[in-house]
């Protein structure tokens, strides 16, 4: 397995600049045992970026949550649940309600029909999703495809699970794989595709071509297809279609999604699964014994918003795609190059026009030079990759419109100060 530790734009550590190992959440990425002696249990470069945020009073675009929380009568169904008792455990699957509402959205949306009895699981957030079905599927040695950059949990759930994990590159502008080369990052041993659509963290959403030569691949080479939908709404001006949509995708594929994104309750950990009884049943086995089951009351609340209207939806897409454009404009205007996303709530920029071609140091530096935090995008990336993506750095846009014009401020000043 890749590790990075050989490369030198990685050496930031959550403890001390001296040390030239990678920090706690890269050993986490690249799967190390961090109960080794060279491991170390740490943070994630999310929770590293918070703090850094906090501590230096910046406007944190780093970690991607909402400064705002989702639609009221979402908020007031939890205290209604919560005050008529819904406070023990769920059933491990989920509450009937929420699995109800998850099969009707996805009929309404893609025209999709899972059974909401055996085809749909309730988890704790979209993490859990991912953790408990990598567990399931992986043996020590099976291989798992991502595209890199990777969303950081993949890495790291892929090294507990014992896999092997293996990349294929997302190519600027675009951040879509070669068509043509990605059937070399396939083997015998891929177990699971697994991708993310819409993209955390370039923003790209994959169109219809793209989905079907991954399906036909994995048909191929018998893998799994684990698709990580959690921004399935937030796509500004392109349809999102979800790969098991697709002519041969749905006996092996498993859609993950989580109410943090679409409902703006990132705290609530929230989240699901749907794919063919066969799959999600082994997923369930798995999650019985990581939490059991999931928080009651938040899951009634989630039912209530998944029956909200399409205005609703189109409403939130419309949103986040005017405060996208405020973030992009002043991200122009203070110099950096800017990879305008079609989905996600996640703005990539080359800093190598303003002369700075290492994403990670600057990302340290930021909120103590201008007071805005953001992330380095080659820390979602193994070795190769991180060199690829070295000055890219990534912003979250799903702050109050005045919170990112502030923001674009203190950036367009960041020129002088460097
Ligand atoms: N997948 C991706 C691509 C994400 O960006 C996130 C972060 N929110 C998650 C999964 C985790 O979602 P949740 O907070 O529901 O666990
Ligand atoms: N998904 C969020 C992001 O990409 C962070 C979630 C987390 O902190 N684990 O910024």
């Known amino acids: 397995m890749a590790s990075a530790g050989s490369n030198p734009s990685l050496k930031m550590s959550a403890d001390t600049t001296e040390d030239a190992r990678p920090a706690p959440w890269q050993r986490a990425a690249t799967g190390a045992n961090l109960l080794s002696p060279e491991g170390n249990l740490g943070v994630t470069i999310f929770e590293e970026m918070t703090t850094l945020a906090l501590s230096t009073g910046a406007i944190n675009l780093g970690q ?39 099969a009707s959205h996805q009929q309404r949306f893609y025209g999709l029909t899972p059974d909401p009895d055996t085809e749909v699981l309730v988890t704790t957030g979209a993490t859990e999703a991912i953790a408990a079905t990598l567990l399931a599927f992986i043996q020590p040695g099976d291989e798992v495809l991502t595209f890199e950059p990777f969303y950081d949990s993949y890495g790291a759930i892929i090294g507990m699970a014992g896999g092997k994990h293996v990349t294929a590159p997302l190519l600027a502008p675009d951040f879509l794989p070669d068509l043509e080369a990605l059937e070399s990052s396939f083997s015998s041993r891929t177990k699971i595709v697994l991708l993310n659509n819409p993209h955390n963290p370039t923003g790209a959403v994959f169109p219809e071509p793209v989905l079907a030569r991954i399906v036909e691949l994995a048909a191929k080479y018998g893998a799994i297809i684990v698709s990580d939908e959690v921004y399935e709404h937030l ?60 928080g009651t009351p938040f899951q009634s609340a989630i039912a209530v918003g998944l029956g909200l209207p399409d205005e609703f939806y189109t409403g939130i897409a419309a949103t986040l795609g005017h405060k996208r454009d405020i973030l992009a404009e002043g991200l122009r205007a203070a110099g950096f190059g800017v990879y305008n996303p079609s989905g996600t709530y996640f703005i990539n920029v080359d800093t190598a026009p303003l002369g700075i071609l290492d994403s990670v140091d600057l990302a340290r530096r930021l909120p103590g030079l201008v007071g805005v935090a953001a992330i380095p995008v080659p820390v979602f990336c193994h070795p190769e990759g991180a060199e690829r993506t070295r000055s890219l750095l990534r912003f979250a846009f799903c702050k109050k419109t005045d919170v990112l014009e502030e923001a674009a401020e203190r950036l367009a000043t960041l020129k002088d100060r460097l």
């Not at 697709?246 to 994104?261: C, M």
């Open 64 to 102: 991607g949550f909402p400064d705002e929380d989702g639609p009221a009568e979402i908020k007031a169904a939890a205290r209604s649940a919560i005050a008529s008792g819904a406070n023990q455990y769920a059933p491990g699957k989920g509450v009937p309600a929420l699995r109800e509402a998850i």
């Open 235 to 294: 796509t500004f001006s392109v349809p999102h279609i979800p790969i098991t949509s697709l002519p041969g995708a749905g006996e092996r594929t498993i859609t993950i999604s989580s109410a943090g994104k679409t409902f703006s309750f990132t705290g609530w950990k929230i989240g699901w699964l749907t794919g063919p009884e066969h799959l999600v049943a082994a997923v369930r086995t798995v999650k019985q014994f990581l939490t059991y089951s999931s």
